[in-house]
């Protein structure tokens, strides 16, 4: 049986239901093969998805990649509810969150995973960051350090690696092709396949190096 809390009243998780206004209450419970309740909380003024399970003393935080969400973890969750209290969200503008305003950044991000804590009155966990959490779990642990017991990067992004000549010669390649009009010549495809909005949000986050927060994470 998959392992499942409650945290709080209603008032205290800002949790959607019918008496709010963003409800949708056909989507309020969502089960899944893993028998896990998807819920919602209204964070910076938006409709967050989240799923919270087991009741274990300490609490593990799960991070998605970009492009993926908070279902990516149910099979580590699965293995973990039963000795830990365990949480993994939809980061705005993936799975059945909300989608995010086009000047959104990692600082952004991580506060909103920051003020879900608050509402589920988690006071320090252990965050596991898969390559875009991992940024956000960086952010957390440099601006939010009273929140975080230690962080877990997993292919992590962030730091940019240094690069060798030959791939500055790939871009410029890339580069003068395209302006010759080549077909065939595909971006990323985490890029390509984003609305405009999210184009704005994905060129920000992928250029911000944070190199230099790592001497503020102890």
């Given at each position: 049986?998959?392992?499942?809390?409650?945290?709080?009243?209603?008032?205290?998780?800002?949790?959607?239901?019918?008496?709010?206004?963003?409800?949708?209450?056909?989507?309020?419970?969502?089960?899944?093969?893993y028998g896990f309740e998807r819920k919602f909380a209204v964070v910076n003024g938006k409709k967050l998805s989240y799923f919270s399970v087991g009741n274990g003393e300490n609490?593990?935080?799960?991070?998605?990649?970009?492009?993926?969400?908070?279902?990516?973890?149910?099979?580590?969750?699965?293995?973990?509810?039963?000795?830990?209290?365990?949480?993994?969200?939809?980061?705005?503008?993936?799975?059945?969150?909300?989608?995010?305003?086009?000047?959104?950044?990692?600082?952004?991000?991580?506060?909103?995973?920051?003020?879900?804590?608050?509402?589920?009155?988690?006071?320090?966990?252990?965050?596991?960051?898969?390559?875009?959490?991992?940024?956000?779990?960086?952010?957390?642990?440099?601006?939010?350090?009273?929140?975080?017991?230690?962080?877990?990067?997993?292919?992590?992004?962030?730091?940019?690696?240094?690069?060798?000549?030959?791939?500055?010669?790939?871009?410029?390649?890339?580069?003068?092709?395209?302006?010759?009009?080549?077909?065939?010549?595909?971006?990323?495809?985490?890029?390509?396949?984003?609305?405009?909005?999210?184009?704005?949000?994905?060129?920000?986050?992928?250029?911000?190096?944070?190199?230099?927060?790592?001497e503020k994470i102890k």
């Amino acid at each position: 049986m998959a392992c499942d809390v409650e945290v709080g009243t209603k008032q205290q998780r800002n949790v959607i239901d019918n008496s709010n206004p963003h409800c949708d209450n056909s989507q309020n419970i969502n089960r899944n093969p893993y028998g896990f309740e998807r819920k919602f909380a209204v964070v910076n003024g938006k409709k967050l998805s989240y799923f919270s399970v087991g009741n274990g003393e300490n609490t593990l935080v799960f991070l998605h990649g970009w492009g993926s969400d908070a279902t990516a973890f149910f099979f580590a969750m699965k293995q973990l509810c039963a000795k830990y209290r365990v949480v993994a969200l939809d980061f705005f503008g993936f799975g059945q969150s909300d989608f995010p305003p086009d000047y959104y950044d990692v600082a952004h991000y991580a506060n909103d995973v920051a003020k879900l804590l608050e509402m589920l009155k988690i006071e320090k966990a252990t965050f596991f960051g898969h390559s875009f959490g991992g940024r956000v779990a960086i952010e957390l642990a440099a601006f939010y350090p009273q929140i975080v017991n230690r962080i877990v990067l997993i292919d992590s992004a962030g730091i940019k690696p240094r690069r060798k000549p030959s791939y500055y010669l790939k871009v410029l390649a890339h580069k003068i092709l395209k302006k010759l009009g080549k077909s065939g010549l595909r971006g990323s495809s985490d890029y390509s396949s984003l609305s405009e909005d999210m184009k704005k949000v994905f060129v920000r986050v992928v250029n911000y190096d944070q190199k230099n927060l790592l001497e503020k994470i102890k």
